[in-house]
């Protein structure tokens, strides 16, 4: 389960299951080198606090930085608000490529706490 963080959305809480953030994520490709890889809502809230009205924007995209970390990642580019361009060095299936992008979303919310000093049970 992943929960937003109470700084980035006071007198709320959202938690996200892991069914749930599987259905609330997308992967796709044409070739299997270039991935369109996105979100719901949702789980924007989870990885990407600065687009909460109102939050101090965090100067790092953690999610892309999440991404361009992997093995096998030529590049990775944060195109729109939900969705994310990576060009993978070799062909992958879309089951590898949902796991990466679970991989740095969880990530990516991990490391937001940890600026924060928070110690996530997760």
Do not use: K
């Not at 070739?31 to 100067?59: A, K, M, T, Y």
């Not at 979303?105 to 110690?119: C, K, L, M, N, P």
């Amino acid at each position: 389960m992943l929960t937003t963080i109470e700084e980035v959305w006071p007198g709320h809480t959202l938690t996200i299951s892991r069914p749930d953030l599987c259905a609330q994520v997308s992967v796709g490709s044409d070739d299997g080198l270039n991935w369109g890889l996105s979100f719901d809502d949702e789980v924007g809230l989870l990885v990407q606090p600065s687009f909460v009205p109102g939050h101090e924007p965090d100067p790092d995209d953690l999610l892309e930085e999440a991404l361009a970390a992997q093995p096998e990642v030529d590049s990775a580019y944060h195109y729109d608000r939900e969705y994310f361009e990576v060009r993978m060095a070799r062909v992958h299936r879309a089951d590898e490529m949902l796991a990466r992008w679970l991989d740095a979303i969880v990530t990516a919310h991990r490391e937001f706490a940890s600026r924060r000093g928070i110690d996530l049970p997760y």
